[in-house]
């Protein structure tokens, strides 16, 4: 068997930047542990693997050691492969079946508008390993189905965190996604996931979706600007519609490559 895989770089315009997934599109659906194999030879924050069914296409992220319920950097790949490749034509919306049910995406131009749940954040009680592991003092800790979020004072403070991941891998959650408000953009994060994998994802849409509604409410705005701030740093365009979140982004393909199995 050969399959071909893309490496995409989403949430930006240019190659070694923003958050790099790899893309598989088959005719028919793999078997789950080849899919889990193939995304940690890919070994990239996520890989997703499509097939087409009836109305769209099924839409499956793995990373390295596990499958997830949701990725935005990857569904933002999966949309952009299917218009790179003529698979689908540029005015035609990509509709995605997931274990987050029905996801879309439509093209504007150069940029690329998923159309993804709202994951509201509640405040909470934290263990004490968590300000520990960052070295923070927080400003507001609260959750959602996922996630820890929390609030910290400026952006300098997101910028400079050096978390114990070890320490980190240790709570029981998916992920950690530490934020603060910024001069040039509404928002700023960085976001951090041990317990999947993936100690700090480079740009992370599914956290956008707890991220987007807690900002909108704090700032008042249903239209947002956000920048997650790590090494490779990624922009994403955000508009709140009802208990949905639309994250924008751009993309560019890296790579493509042959695997012979």
Known sequence: MTLTIYVVDAFTDQVFNGNPAAVCITAEPLDDELMQRIASEMNLSETAFLFPQQDGYSLRWFTPISEVDLCGHATLASAH??????????????SFFTRSGLLTAIKHDAWIQLNFPSEPVIACEYPSELVDAL??????????????????????????????FSLLQTIQTRGINVTSRSQ???????????????????????????????????????DMYAYQAS????I????LHENRVLLSGQAVTVMKSELFI
């Open 81 to 94: 492969m299917l218009w790179a490749t003529g698979i689908l034509p540029l005015n035609q919306r990509a």
């Open 236 to 239: 994403l365009k955000i508009s």
């Open 184 to 222: 040039e953009f509404d928002f700023v994060s960085r976001c951090f996931f041990p317990a999947v994998g993936v100690n700090e994802d480079p740009v992370t849409g599914s956290s956008h979706c707890g991220l987007a509604p807690y900002w909108g409410k704090k700032l008042n705005k249903t």
């Open 135 to 164: 070295q923070i003092v927080p400003l507001y800790v609260g959750r959602n189905r996922w996630d820890y979020f929390i609030e910290v004072e400026s952006e300098d403070i997101i910028k400079r965190l050096s978390p114990d």
């Open 231 to 234: 090494a490779r740093g990624g």
